[in-house]
């Protein structure tokens, strides 16, 4: 085999692909790229059994090969080849990958691809067209409330469903809680599907490259997208999400709106004295016109910050976690939000303040 391509189209399939393809001591072959030659075409393939990419670009060759490479030489090698190269050629003699361009030559030992698992194909499911940029600004900002433990797959999730014009997303540790509306596409029969949490940072780092549109297919256990070339495919989880609007407070008897700035910079200061717990105690008091956070730790001091706010409703004293309020300003886009409470070991829900209320976060107290 040898072949011909665009080294730019090169240095973006590998890029594409390698992050996906890890160490596996019991398939060893999944370590590697799989590249598949046919006319004119090379398709670059990577798979940890949990998500699996196909890239595919246009080449100069009559040849048809597959081969598997070591992902990790292969990427390194081509990441280092200077930025103004402008073919690469791909030879296998002997069983090796040479790899070279004007300036650079490179031999890489392959591995057998009989072993390399085919990447599934969804040939009856739901079809329908989305926006990349909008799938993954709704992945982005709830992603980070899913549980780290998969001890409950359902919650190790984010949750998307369709609800009247709206494409919902929803993550929950059983902590807190964030879900974000996008505007669905028309005719779109979603149902109810859980993409697993540790999939979504390559699902994101991948989709922000298709381009404006992207065909999406699903069933019960996959789902896939594809556009520019790319097809990606993820497992889905087979469970059930908990009702999350039974805890969505009906309405509040304290609410404090500000910059959310302000109450970063308030949150930043506080965190330096928080406990192990990343505890701070926030005091409300709409009279005294009072926003304060306070925090305690035995090891390094204590302190007290205020915040400049707009308060209504009743006086409030109540603890959270830090970082759990923190999490959330990332897929706030406003410049003011708004905190409302419902009393003492009640949650609390942020919301921006404007136009847009497509985003809704709620954090739960802590028990002093």
Known sequence: MKLELNFQKLKEAIGAVDR?????MTLPVLSCILIEVKKNTATFKATNLDLGVEVSVPVKTNDEETIAVPAA??????SQIGPNEQLVTLETVSGNLHVST???????KTQPSDDFPSIPQIADGQEFSLSPELFVKGLKCVWYSSSVSSVKPELSSVYVYRENDSLVFAATDSFRLAEKRIKAPAGLNLGEILVPFKNIADIVRIL?????????????NLIAFKARGIYLTSRLIDGVFPDYRQIIP???STEAIMLKQDLINALKISNIFSDKFNQIHVSINPKGKLFEIQTKNSDVGE???SVDSALTG???EINFNYKYIADCFQSIDSDSLSLQLSGLNRPMVIRPVSGDQSFM????????
Do not use: C, Q, W
Request: aromatic share 6%; no cysteine; charged share 25%.
């Open 303 to 305: 302190n007290k910050t």
């Open 208 to 220: 922000e490259t298709m381009g404006d549109v992207m065909e999406v297919k699903l069933n019960k």
């Open 361 to 368: 976060y709620i954090a739960m107290p802590m028990n002093r």
């Open 102 to 108: 004007s300036k650079s030559k490179g031999l890489i």
């Open 73 to 78: 030489t292969l990427s390194s090698f081509v």
């Open 20 to 24: 996906i393809a890890g160490r596996h």
């Open 250 to 252: 009906k309405g509040y």
């Open 314 to 316: 009743d006086p409030v």
